[in-house]
Protein backbone atom coordinates (compact mmCIF):
# COMPACT_ATOMS: atom_id res chain seq x y z
CA UNK A 1 0.00 0.00 0.00
CA UNK A 2 2.73 2.62 1.09
CA UNK A 3 4.54 1.54 -2.17
CA UNK A 4 1.51 2.13 -4.45
CA UNK A 5 1.19 5.92 -2.57
CA UNK A 6 4.78 6.46 -3.22
CA UNK A 7 4.20 5.63 -6.90
CA UNK A 8 0.74 7.51 -7.41
CA UNK A 9 3.15 10.51 -5.86
CA UNK A 10 6.04 10.73 -8.38
CA UNK A 11 2.94 9.33 -11.49
CA UNK A 12 1.49 12.72 -10.67
CA UNK A 13 4.92 14.90 -10.91
CA UNK A 14 5.40 12.94 -14.45
CA UNK A 15 2.12 13.53 -15.43
CA UNK A 16 2.30 17.11 -15.41
CA UNK A 17 5.57 17.30 -16.31
CA UNK A 18 4.82 14.84 -19.55
CA UNK A 19 1.43 17.49 -19.96
CA UNK A 20 3.51 20.52 -20.05
CA UNK A 21 6.14 19.27 -22.41
CA UNK A 22 3.18 18.24 -24.95
CA UNK A 23 1.38 21.57 -24.71
CA UNK A 24 5.15 23.24 -25.05
CA UNK A 25 5.44 21.13 -28.44
CA UNK A 26 1.93 21.82 -29.54
CA UNK A 27 2.77 25.92 -29.22
CA UNK A 28 6.15 25.49 -30.89
CA UNK A 29 4.88 23.91 -33.76
CA UNK A 30 1.45 25.99 -34.17
CA UNK A 31 4.29 29.14 -33.27
CA UNK A 32 6.31 27.89 -36.37
CA UNK A 33 3.24 27.50 -38.79
CA UNK A 34 1.44 30.52 -37.67
CA UNK A 35 5.42 32.75 -38.24
CA UNK A 36 4.33 33.65 -34.30
CA UNK A 37 7.79 31.85 -33.35
CA UNK A 38 8.63 31.09 -30.00
CA UNK A 39 5.49 33.31 -29.04
CA UNK A 40 3.72 30.79 -29.65
CA UNK A 41 5.75 27.95 -27.42
CA UNK A 42 5.61 30.75 -24.77
CA UNK A 43 2.07 31.22 -24.95
CA UNK A 44 1.88 27.27 -24.87
CA UNK A 45 3.64 26.51 -21.70
CA UNK A 46 1.80 29.61 -19.69
CA UNK A 47 -1.27 28.01 -20.67
CA UNK A 48 0.19 24.61 -19.90
CA UNK A 49 1.86 25.91 -16.44
CA UNK A 50 -1.58 27.73 -15.33
CA UNK A 51 -3.70 24.51 -16.27
CA UNK A 52 -1.50 22.22 -14.47
CA UNK A 53 -2.00 24.52 -11.03
CA UNK A 54 -5.77 24.98 -11.82
CA UNK A 55 -5.93 20.99 -12.17
CA UNK A 56 -4.09 20.44 -8.84
CA UNK A 57 -5.92 22.97 -6.63
CA UNK A 58 -8.91 23.38 -7.99
CA UNK A 59 -9.67 20.07 -10.24
CA UNK A 60 -11.83 18.83 -7.61
CA UNK A 61 -14.61 21.35 -7.65
CA UNK A 62 -14.36 20.71 -11.84
CA UNK A 63 -15.31 17.06 -11.14
CA UNK A 64 -18.01 17.91 -8.66
CA UNK A 65 -19.51 20.17 -10.36
CA UNK A 66 -19.61 17.99 -13.66
CA UNK A 67 -21.49 15.33 -11.70
CA UNK A 68 -24.20 17.84 -10.41
CA UNK A 69 -22.90 16.94 -6.70
CA UNK A 70 -24.02 18.60 -3.58
CA UNK A 71 -22.45 19.32 -0.39
CA UNK A 72 -24.38 18.26 2.41
CA UNK A 73 -24.11 18.93 6.48
CA UNK A 74 -24.68 16.27 9.46
CA UNK A 75 -27.94 17.69 10.06
CA UNK A 76 -28.86 17.14 6.86
CA UNK A 77 -27.97 13.48 6.33
CA UNK A 78 -26.85 12.21 9.47
CA UNK A 79 -26.95 8.61 8.32
CA UNK A 80 -24.16 9.17 5.19
CA UNK A 81 -22.17 11.71 7.53
CA UNK A 82 -22.05 9.20 10.67
CA UNK A 83 -20.80 6.35 8.05
CA UNK A 84 -18.15 8.51 6.65
CA UNK A 85 -16.88 9.73 10.05
CA UNK A 86 -16.24 6.74 11.25
CA UNK A 87 -14.44 4.85 8.49
CA UNK A 88 -11.87 8.55 8.55
CA UNK A 89 -11.42 7.84 11.94
CA UNK A 90 -10.89 4.18 11.13
CA UNK A 91 -8.70 4.74 8.14
CA UNK A 92 -6.58 7.73 10.38
CA UNK A 93 -6.81 10.05 8.04
CA UNK A 94 -9.35 13.76 7.98
CA UNK A 95 -12.75 13.76 7.36
CA UNK A 96 -13.77 14.23 3.78
CA UNK A 97 -16.10 16.63 2.59
CA UNK A 98 -19.53 14.86 1.97
CA UNK A 99 -21.71 15.31 -1.59
CA UNK A 100 -24.78 13.39 -2.49
CA UNK A 101 -25.69 13.15 -6.12
CA UNK A 102 -29.46 13.18 -7.72
CA UNK A 103 -29.23 10.13 -9.82
CA UNK A 104 -30.97 6.54 -9.54
CA UNK A 105 -27.89 4.49 -10.56
CA UNK A 106 -25.08 3.31 -7.46
CA UNK A 107 -22.64 4.33 -7.59
CA UNK A 108 -19.58 6.96 -5.89
CA UNK A 109 -16.11 8.65 -6.41
CA UNK A 110 -13.64 10.85 -4.60
CA UNK A 111 -11.50 13.69 -5.46
CA UNK A 112 -9.17 16.12 -4.37
CA UNK A 113 -5.61 16.84 -4.26
CA UNK A 114 -4.49 15.56 -0.65
CA UNK A 115 -6.09 13.83 2.36
CA UNK A 116 -6.65 17.16 3.80
CA UNK A 117 -8.16 18.42 0.93
CA UNK A 118 -10.50 15.87 -0.01
CA UNK A 119 -14.49 15.29 -0.86
CA UNK A 120 -16.57 11.97 -1.69
CA UNK A 121 -19.73 11.82 -3.86
CA UNK A 122 -22.30 9.08 -3.77
CA UNK A 123 -25.58 8.62 -5.58
CA UNK A 124 -28.81 9.33 -3.84
CA UNK A 125 -29.26 5.78 -5.72
CA UNK A 126 -26.65 4.07 -3.50
CA UNK A 127 -27.92 5.63 -0.62
CA UNK A 128 -31.40 4.10 -1.10
CA UNK A 129 -30.61 0.92 -2.68
CA UNK A 130 -27.71 -0.40 -0.84
CA UNK A 131 -27.88 -2.25 2.61
CA UNK A 132 -25.97 -0.33 5.59
CA UNK A 133 -22.63 -2.84 5.27
CA UNK A 134 -22.40 -2.56 0.88
CA UNK A 135 -22.95 1.17 1.69
CA UNK A 136 -20.27 1.19 4.08
CA UNK A 137 -18.00 -1.22 1.94
CA UNK A 138 -18.40 1.57 -1.18
CA UNK A 139 -17.63 4.51 1.00
CA UNK A 140 -14.65 2.53 2.32
CA UNK A 141 -13.69 2.27 -1.58
CA UNK A 142 -13.54 5.99 -1.98
CA UNK A 143 -11.81 6.17 1.15
CA UNK A 144 -8.94 4.02 0.70
CA UNK A 145 -8.99 5.97 -2.97
CA UNK A 146 -7.99 9.02 -0.87
CA UNK A 147 -5.63 7.45 1.48
CA UNK A 148 -3.51 6.15 -1.30
CA UNK A 149 -3.74 9.67 -3.13
CA UNK A 150 -5.53 8.05 -6.21
CA UNK A 151 -7.13 11.07 -6.52
CA UNK A 152 -4.58 13.43 -7.06
CA UNK A 153 -3.68 11.39 -9.94
CA UNK A 154 -7.14 11.05 -11.15
CA UNK A 155 -8.26 14.60 -10.47
CA UNK A 156 -5.11 15.44 -12.41
CA UNK A 157 -6.03 13.34 -15.53
CA UNK A 158 -8.96 15.12 -16.13
CA UNK A 159 -7.70 18.27 -17.08
CA UNK A 160 -5.20 17.00 -18.96
CA UNK A 161 -7.95 15.27 -20.93
CA UNK A 162 -10.08 18.49 -20.98
CA UNK A 163 -6.75 20.53 -22.25
CA UNK A 164 -6.22 17.66 -25.34
CA UNK A 165 -9.79 18.44 -26.20
CA UNK A 166 -9.75 22.24 -26.02
CA UNK A 167 -6.44 22.07 -28.40
CA UNK A 168 -8.14 19.80 -30.96
CA UNK A 169 -10.92 21.93 -31.08
CA UNK A 170 -8.60 25.07 -31.41
CA UNK A 171 -6.96 23.84 -33.92
CA UNK A 172 -9.59 22.75 -36.18
CA UNK A 173 -10.96 26.30 -35.91
CA UNK A 174 -8.54 27.93 -36.76
CA UNK A 175 -8.23 25.39 -39.65
CA UNK A 176 -11.24 27.40 -41.24
CA UNK A 177 -11.07 30.83 -39.59
CA UNK A 178 -7.08 31.10 -40.42
CA UNK A 179 -4.02 32.20 -38.43
CA UNK A 180 -1.68 35.10 -39.70
CA UNK A 181 -0.34 34.03 -43.56
CA UNK A 182 2.83 32.68 -43.56
CA UNK A 183 5.35 33.82 -46.49
CA UNK A 184 6.38 30.27 -47.52
CA UNK A 185 2.81 29.57 -48.62
CA UNK A 186 -0.47 30.90 -47.17
CA UNK A 187 -2.36 28.44 -48.97
CA UNK A 188 -0.34 25.68 -48.03
CA UNK A 189 -0.37 26.93 -44.64
CA UNK A 190 -4.13 26.87 -44.54
CA UNK A 191 -3.80 22.90 -45.91
CA UNK A 192 -1.07 22.63 -43.29
CA UNK A 193 -3.67 23.70 -40.27
CA UNK A 194 -6.44 22.41 -41.42
CA UNK A 195 -4.38 18.67 -41.15
CA UNK A 196 -3.34 19.18 -38.41
CA UNK A 197 -6.70 20.46 -36.79
CA UNK A 198 -8.22 17.53 -38.59
CA UNK A 199 -5.96 14.86 -36.91
CA UNK A 200 -6.35 16.22 -33.41
CA UNK A 201 -9.88 16.35 -33.61
CA UNK A 202 -10.11 12.73 -34.56
CA UNK A 203 -7.50 11.37 -32.63
CA UNK A 204 -8.15 13.25 -29.38
CA UNK A 205 -10.52 10.88 -27.87
CA UNK A 206 -8.23 7.83 -28.35
CA UNK A 207 -5.50 10.25 -26.71
CA UNK A 208 -7.58 10.82 -23.68
CA UNK A 209 -8.05 7.37 -23.25
CA UNK A 210 -4.87 6.69 -23.33
CA UNK A 211 -4.12 9.02 -20.63
CA UNK A 212 -6.88 7.22 -18.33
CA UNK A 213 -5.21 3.70 -19.27
CA UNK A 214 -2.16 5.08 -17.66
CA UNK A 215 -4.09 5.39 -14.62
CA UNK A 216 -3.22 1.86 -13.71
CA UNK A 217 -6.24 -0.46 -13.37
CA UNK A 218 -4.40 -2.05 -10.49
CA UNK A 219 -5.36 1.23 -8.38
CA UNK A 220 -9.10 -0.27 -8.07
CA UNK A 221 -8.00 -3.98 -6.91
CA UNK A 222 -6.13 -2.16 -4.16
CA UNK A 223 -8.73 -0.01 -3.33
CA UNK A 224 -11.00 -3.29 -2.74
CA UNK A 225 -8.42 -4.62 -1.00
CA UNK A 226 -7.47 -1.52 1.21
CA UNK A 227 -11.55 -0.64 2.13
CA UNK A 228 -12.39 -4.68 3.02
CA UNK A 229 -9.57 -3.71 5.38
CA UNK A 230 -11.52 -0.74 6.72
CA UNK A 231 -14.77 -2.40 7.39
CA UNK A 232 -13.33 -5.91 8.26
CA UNK A 233 -16.01 -7.28 6.04
CA UNK A 234 -14.87 -7.84 2.54
CA UNK A 235 -18.43 -9.79 1.27
CA UNK A 236 -20.00 -6.11 1.98
CA UNK A 237 -18.61 -4.54 -0.85
CA UNK A 238 -18.36 -8.00 -3.17
CA UNK A 239 -22.38 -7.68 -2.68
CA UNK A 240 -22.79 -3.77 -3.61
CA UNK A 241 -20.48 -4.40 -6.80
CA UNK A 242 -23.28 -7.32 -7.51
CA UNK A 243 -26.13 -4.79 -7.10
CA UNK A 244 -24.28 -2.20 -9.37
CA UNK A 245 -23.57 -4.79 -12.44
CA UNK A 246 -27.64 -5.65 -12.19
CA UNK A 247 -29.11 -2.09 -11.16
CA UNK A 248 -26.77 -0.18 -13.48
CA UNK A 249 -28.13 -0.43 -16.97
CA UNK A 250 -28.24 3.03 -18.15
CA UNK A 251 -26.37 5.67 -18.21
CA UNK A 252 -25.67 7.90 -15.30
CA UNK A 253 -27.73 11.36 -15.72
CA UNK A 254 -24.69 13.36 -16.05
CA UNK A 255 -22.27 10.82 -17.10
CA UNK A 256 -19.21 12.37 -18.35
CA UNK A 257 -16.34 10.99 -20.53
CA UNK A 258 -14.00 13.10 -18.99
CA UNK A 259 -14.74 12.08 -15.19
CA UNK A 260 -15.85 8.21 -15.52
CA UNK A 261 -12.55 7.45 -14.60
CA UNK A 262 -13.01 8.72 -10.82
CA UNK A 263 -16.86 6.55 -10.67
CA UNK A 264 -16.24 2.90 -8.56
CA UNK A 265 -18.16 1.52 -11.27
CA UNK A 266 -18.28 3.16 -14.79
CA UNK A 267 -20.96 5.35 -15.03
CA UNK A 268 -22.12 4.58 -19.01
CA UNK A 269 -23.77 1.39 -17.58
CA UNK A 270 -24.16 -1.44 -19.57
CA UNK A 271 -22.92 0.76 -22.59
CA UNK A 272 -19.14 0.49 -21.43
CA UNK A 273 -19.48 -3.34 -21.01
CA UNK A 274 -19.44 -3.87 -25.20
CA UNK A 275 -16.78 -3.78 -27.61
CA UNK A 276 -13.88 -1.05 -28.00
CA UNK A 277 -15.45 0.57 -24.94
CA UNK A 278 -14.72 -2.45 -22.53
CA UNK A 279 -11.52 -2.70 -24.59
CA UNK A 280 -11.19 1.22 -23.28
CA UNK A 281 -12.46 1.15 -19.58
CA UNK A 282 -10.58 2.20 -16.89
CA UNK A 283 -12.67 0.03 -14.45
CA UNK A 284 -11.59 -4.46 -14.38
CA UNK A 285 -14.40 -6.33 -14.71
CA UNK A 286 -16.56 -6.27 -12.10
CA UNK A 287 -16.59 -9.95 -12.00
CA UNK A 288 -13.34 -10.46 -11.45
CA UNK A 289 -13.27 -7.68 -8.66
CA UNK A 290 -15.87 -9.36 -6.48
CA UNK A 291 -14.18 -13.18 -6.76
CA UNK A 292 -11.10 -11.26 -5.52
CA UNK A 293 -13.31 -9.90 -2.59
CA UNK A 294 -15.06 -13.08 -2.10
CA UNK A 295 -11.20 -15.08 -1.91
CA UNK A 296 -10.83 -12.71 1.19
CA UNK A 297 -13.73 -13.47 3.74
Known sequence: MYKQIDSNKRKSIILIVLFVVIIGLVGWVFGELTEMGYF???????IAVLMSLYGYFSGDKVALWTSGAKPITKEQNPYVYRMVENLSITAGIAMPKIHIISDPAINAFATGRDPEHASIAVTSGAIEKLENEELEGVLAHEMSHIKNYDIRLMTLVIICVGVIALLSNWFFRISFFGGRKSSRG?????????VIGLVLLIFAPIIA????????RKREFLADASGALLTRYPAGLANALEKIEKV?????LRANNSTAHLYISNPFGHKARKGLAKLFSTHPPVEERIKTLREMA
Open 40 to 46: GLILALI
Open 186 to 194: GGQLQIIIM
Open 209 to 216: QLIKLAVS
Open 248 to 252: NVEPM
